[in-house]
């Protein structure tokens, strides 16, 4: 009996790079895209209505980044098999995408050459990182294990991400709080919580902060 086609969610918020990924995938006999969206948080809502094998999530996106998408898809549906799609090549977002649950790591830069194999490896519950990847994490780990360090470890919450995200996306506290379904009182706790403990002073530093750790796009 033949197989059925691996049922794939695509999120990205470019719709130009959502159509070529999209053409690439749908040429295979072996994919097909069950589902487009715009962002991280309706891929985590549309998982929930709509049966799919594999996310693949951009890693710089609105309301939610596909890195926290990928937390909340691999804690919500264990079998979900997710490949982080993104343009930066950065040990930061490697190491973050392993801690997340994603099955492997794809820069778009290389995508029509990487992408089928990767998909194709995520189903096998194979680890994809693409060429010379390898070499840079055996390579940090190796100084990090030198130095007597490991990994570095977040240095907010999950919760206080979501919220330094939409922050510096211009919500209000009512929005911020309106979104995650709590109180405008808890998301102001956060947010100057936030402010102690990265030594920042008002809305600005903390959109500077959120451009240099990736979550939101300059």
Do not use: W
Request: charged share 30%; aromatic share 4%; with cysteine.
């Amino acid at each position: 009996m033949t197989a059925l086609p691996t049922r794939i969610l695509l999120a990205d918020d470019h719709a130009l790079v959502r159509r070529g990924v999209r053409l690439i995938l749908d040429a295979e006999p072996d994919m097909t895209v069950v589902a487009e969206v715009g962002d991280g948080a309706e891929a985590v809502a549309v998982a929930r209505q709509v049966p799919v094998d594999l996310a693949i999530l951009d890693v710089a996106m609105p309301r939610m980044t596909g890195l926290q998408a990928a937390r909340e898809l691999s804690r919500a549906h264990p079998d979900l098999r997710i490949l982080i799609l993104t343009m930066y090549d950065s040990d930061q977002y490697f190491f973050e995408a392993l801690r997340v649950g994603a099955n492997g790591y794809v820069l778009k830069s290389v995508a029509d050459r990487d992408l089928v194999g990767a998909c194709r490896a995520a189903m096998r519950d194979e680890p994809f990182l693409y060429p010379g990847a390898e070499t840079a994490l055996v390579r940090r780990y190796l100084d990090l294990a030198e130095q007597g360090r490991t990994p570095p470890e977040k240095a907010i919450t999950d919760r206080e991400e979501e919220i330094l995200k939409l922050v510096a996306e211009g919500h209000t506290s009512k929005e911020i709080g309106d979104l995650l379904i709590i109180s405008a009182k808890t998301v102001e706790r956060h947010r100057a919580n936030l402010l102690q403990k990265l030594g920042l002073r008002d809305r600005v530093e903390l959109t500077r902060y959120a451009i240099r750790t990736g979550l939101i796009e300059p």
